[in-house]
């Protein structure tokens, strides 16, 4: 096994992301209500819904992009409302974006390493006092290794190194080491995306629309693929996609939103069948003319 | 802690791991001792390479918030002027004071790396009191800050009879040696591209690249960026308090805006994020205004053709940010160093941050 | 009492003037979220601009009616052209471009006008600030007591003026085609041009109507301090900008209140603890709103869209 793998510290079937009621609000825009999810180590989840149905946001609540107005988001047991973006990530929370975020001038390899961390170089994490001046601390003293170039350091980097090429060989990029981010094709960036979230060594992956502009080919792939880090990296997977094939086709439990409210929730084949999501998704004239759900 | 499953290689270089933290530093020890000699009997070249200097390590300094982290800070010239004062008022009340067990010079010289310390960590604190609440928002509003935190500086030492209001401070030690600068150009070098090499490096370009993206991966975006600045500040300090060592006068007006926009300048014309870029355009924009002005005298020409290569620098300046924004954004070298752009006859390093 | 009411006068008289350089800010930050370095520049070059017709006009007629208007309309006029100018050539071909590059080119602009016009080449008026000429004549228009309290001619034509300003801007804002595509514009420019809007056109007008304003303010400042110099439009703009961050930038009403906010503040610093610090007031108090309220008294700090 590689040394990549995460042995999750809690016991197995523990929730590594819950989020219990959660309500966001922009304004008078209620962007999501009463949001609840549960992923557990192992789990492949479903998220779809129209477009603006409170996908995107559902993620950036649960990322701690937004903050939740209403209900709370735990991570790993720990409560996170409030939290900053990279406090959560290192609790074992990775995503990617729906519109590819990477760095472009940066190679394939730097991109990566920006989110390896080396092995015990977790800084500890909280919004308390005690932690800060400890997070302090360890910072300003990996600063002085960096500078002075202390074996130790050196030693880091290349442990970082491996690391990141170990990711780029299971994502196939080895061959794009070198080159820029911003020229790879379109199909390698979002691989390379799941590179770098992997690189954080998440207990829970959230992949937002990995297949946007895939051709089917490709998202075969995908569906392995997924499957297979699920399984290789221990993983709990969260994925919001348009595709219907590939959701149904991976997912084992699927939510369904619609103006920000769950409508549906289930197995597969059962959301699949439910009459509010084909509502939903077809709208009420659909369902008149060929009367009612299936 | 978890043990690594693939062995990590150990380095393939000739140079023992242990000593290649040291090893610049002790190249450059003899390399300044001889620099040193040469120059005892120069004056004039003491005092141009001197400010050329002292240009340097502000334009590499300032790179690495203004190139590296991506943010844009136009009031280095405050922390410059944080760290003369600090270091010159210590100066001028230590100036009677020696260590009896040193030689007098030696004495001189331990003081004045005092005096350059304690400004420049002044000059860090006031980067990191500003940088805190502006560089939690997005960047523009430090340029802002940065800007008025000059100008508070400025209202400080006019007010404060320590400092020598308007008039300025003068009778400082002129303790500085070229040498002494340009060890303080080598060490800021070194820094900033060892922070290119670093995981913290990595993380500045991240920030620089996407701010989004960076903090969901894990990267204390405010904190790097404080940091980033704390460090950035610190060496304007050390560069002022160097300043203040080896000419006769500092007042409000050494350390104005405009002092400020040329070190801009200096960044964005040899590409923001290249540190040689930084060197070469300070060494420039610094040896042409002279040049220009010697020329004139040589020439003769009436003493007022010499005031106008200073009067016309600054819309010059202005001028030139607008063009090379327009027509090459990415400065003489975008983010590239002097060695990846050089010729192919010379061996390239492999290409890591592009 | 009496010199609380005439700090409180003062300090309004000079927070109108900032409101009004403030709302250009904001109202390209809007369209733009560009800082335009520059706004105070173009203020400046304005100012100069009524200078000149002033002068032009000579004595007699500059401070009749017709003059005053025609020193307005020229300053303001010149100065929608200069704006136009600039975002024209500047600002729009980097409009894709980073944000970086945009705010990069504005500070530019800003330093080529402001040490540009301390050149001294003949027809410029050089660096040393000029007596700018009473094109309105001062006359107390109110007192109060032993002259405890004195309200100046100026003070309410300005405040006059500026309260006009406002209203028409939020008028036009708010209740106008126009305005409706400057909003649009402002929530997203390039949906707003998918939409039909004609973006270009907003955007310039934006910018022409922003820097005819700051002309008008300019000229207001110009007539209460009676002087002119190259390096006001850096000092009157980083304050006013100051004025529309503490008042949340890209808030229209905001900047009102934040510029009147700015000059009482200032007012009573210069009035009660020294005049000596008046230039740092501004930017200490910045820092303080930005580390209390990020977003500005109004503004909200919005999450970058993921």
Redesign the interface.
């Known amino acids: 096994?590689?040394?990549l793998v995460q042995?999750t510290k809690a016991e197995a079937g523990a929730p590594m992301l819950q989020a219990d009621g959660v309500s966001i609000q922009f304004g008078g825009l209620k962007a999501l209500t009463d949001f609840n999810l549960t992923v557990r180590q192992g789990d492949l989840l479903g998220l779809i819904g129209p477009n603006g149905a409170g996908k995107?946001t559902a993620f950036?609540v649960l990322?701690g992009?937004?903050q939740p107005t209403q209900g709370e988001v735990r991570v790993a047991g720990q409560r996170v409302n409030g939290w900053?973006?990279?406090?959560i990530?290192?609790l074992g929370l990775?995503?990617t974006?729906q519109n590819i975020?990477?760095?472009?001038?940066?190679?394939a390899l730097?991109n990566v390493?920006?989110?390896c961390?080396?092995?015990?170089a977790l800084?500890p994490e909280g919004v308390g006092l005690g932690t800060k001046v400890k997070g302090a601390f360890v910072?300003y003293r990996?600063?002085w290794r960096?500078?002075?170039?202390?074996?130790r350091?050196?030693?880091?980097?290349?442990?970082?190194t491996?690391?990141a090429e170990?990711l780029l060989e299971v994502m196939g990029l080895s061959h794009r080491r070198?080159e820029?981010a911003r020229n790879l094709p379109y199909g390698e960036q979002r691989r390379l995306e799941i590179a770098?979230?992997l690189?954080?060594q998440p207990k829970v992956l959230l992949l937002d629309e990995p297949a946007a502009g895939m051709n089917t080919r490709e998202k075969a792939d995908l569906m392995v693929l997924i499957r297979k880090l699920r399984d290789d990296f221990k993983l709990g997977v969260l994925v919001i996609e348009h595709d219907m094939k590939l959701v149904m086709g991976i997912c084992e439990f699927i939510t369904v939103l619609d103006h920000g409210e769950t409508i549906a929730r289930g197995a597969p084949a059962q959301v699949r069948s439910d009459r509010k999501v084909i509502e939903a998704y077809l709208g009420d004239s659909y369902l008149e003319s060929h009367g009612g759900a299936a | 802690m978890e043990t690594p499953a693939i062995p990590v290689p150990e380095a393939r270089s000739a140079i023992p791991a242990s000593l290649r933290g040291i090893l610049p530093v002790l190249v450059a020890l003899p390399v300044l001792a001889l620099f040193q000699w040469l120059m005892s009997d120069a004056p004039f070249a003491s005092y141009l390479l001197s400010v050329v200097g002292v240009n340097i390590i502000l334009a590499v300094s300032l790179n690495i918030v203004n190139g590296m982290t991506g943010q844009f800070s136009i009031g280095h010239a405050g922390f410059m002027a944080v760290g003369a004062y600090i270091a010159g008022v210590m100066s001028l009340n230590l100036k009677d004071v020696a260590l009896s067990f040193l030689p007098v010079a030696a004495s001189d010289q331990v003081f004045f790396v005092a005096s350059l310390l304690v400004g420049g960590l002044a000059a860090a604190l006031c980067g990191f009191l500003v940088g805190l609440p502006s560089l939690r928002l997005r960047g523009d509003y430090l340029a802002i800050v940065t800007l008025g935190f000059g100008e508070i500086i400025r209202v400080v030492v006019q007010n404060t009879d320590a400092f020598g209001r308007a008039l300025g401070l003068s009778g400082i030690p002129q303790t500085s040696t070229p040498a002494m600068v340009y060890f303080w150009v080598f060490l800021t070098v070194l820094v900033a591209r060892r922070i290119t090499g670093s995981s913290h490096g990595r993380s500045l370009w991240a920030i620089r690249e996407d701010e989004v993206a960076a903090e969901a991966m894990g990267v204390d975006t405010t904190g790097y960026k404080v940091r980033a600045f704390v460090i950035s500040s610190f060496f304007a300090g050390i560069a002022g308090g160097l300043f203040a060592h080896f000419v006769p006068i500092i007042n409000p007006g050494s350390f104005t805006f405009v002092k400020s926009m040329e070190i801009v300048v200096m960044v964005v014309l040899g590409g923001l994020g290249s540190t040689t870029g930084a060197i070469v355009a300070a060494t420039f924009l610094t040896l042409l205004p002279e040049g220009l002005r010697s020329l004139f005298s040589v020439l003769g020409a009436e003493g007022s053709l010499a005031q106008r290569v200073d009067q016309i620098r600054m819309p010059v300046y202005g001028l030139l940010l607008v063009v090379l924004m327009l027509a090459r954004p990415q400065g003489l070298f975008g983010t590239k160093e002097l060695w990846d752009v050089l010729p192919r006859w010379i061996p390239r390093k492999r290409k890591g941050l592009a | 009492m009496a010199q609380l009411l005439q700090h409180l006068i003062n300090g309004l008289a000079a927070g109108t003037i900032y409101a009004l350089v403030a709302l250009g800010y904001t109202m390209v930050y809007g369209v733009l979220k560009l800082i335009n370095f520059a706004h105070g520049d173009v203020m400046m070059v304005g100012v100069y601009m009524g200078y000149a017709t002033a002068f032009a006009l000579g004595r007699d007629m500059r401070s009749s009616l017709v003059g005053v208007a025609a020193v307005f309309a020229v300053a303001m006029l010149g100065c929608a052209l200069l704006g136009f100018l600039i975002e024209r050539f500047a600002y729009r071909p980097l409009r894709e471009k980073p944000r970086l590059t945009a705010l990069i080119t504005a500070i530019g602009i800003s330093f080529a006008l402001s040490y540009g016009f301390q050149l001294d080449l003949g027809f410029l008026p050089g660096a040393a600030p000029r007596a700018f000429p009473e094109v309105i004549e001062p006359v107390e228009w109110l007192v109060i007591g032993d002259r405890d309290v004195v309200v100046w001619n100026w003070q309410v034509i300005s405040f006059g003026i500026a309260v006009v300003l406002m209203v028409s801007l939020q008028y036009l804002v708010f209740r106008t085609r126009f305005g409706r595509a400057m909003r649009a514009v402002s929530w997203d420019h390039r949906v707003a041009a998918l939409m039909g809007i004609p973006t270009d056109r907003v955007i310039a007008l934006t910018f022409m109507l922003s820097s005819a304003l700051a002309a008008g303010a300019g000229l207001l400042y110009a007539i209460k301090d009676t002087s002119v110099s190259p390096l006001m439009g850096l000092y009157v703009g980083l304050k006013a900008f100051v004025a529309a961050v503490i008042g949340g930038i890209g808030h229209v009403p905001g900047a009102v209140i934040g510029g009147l906010v700015l000059g009482l503040v200032e007012e009573f610093v210069v009035g009660y603890a020294a005049s000596t610090w008046r230039d740092a007031v501004a930017f200490g108090f910045l820092i303080l709103v930005l580390l209390v309220k990020p977003g500005g008294l109004f503004g909200r700090v919005a999450a970058e869209k993921v």
């Not at chain 1, 975020?101 to 190679?107: E, H, K, Q, S």
């Not at chain 1, 961390?117 to 015990?120: K, L, Y």
């Not at chain 1, 960096?146 to 074996?151: D, F, G, H, K």
């Not at chain 1, 350091?153 to 970082?160: D, S, T």
Request: aromatic share 8%; glycine share 4%; no cysteine.
């Open positions: 096994m590689s040394a042995e995107s950036n990322t992009v937004y900053l973006p990279h406090q990530n290192h990775a995503r974006f975020r990477l760095f472009r001038a940066l190679t730097d390493k920006v989110a961390r080396a092995q015990g800084h910072n990996d600063w960096a500078l002075l170039l202390t074996p350091f050196q030693h880091e980097e290349r442990e970082l491996q690391q170990h070198d820029e770098r979230a690189g954080t």
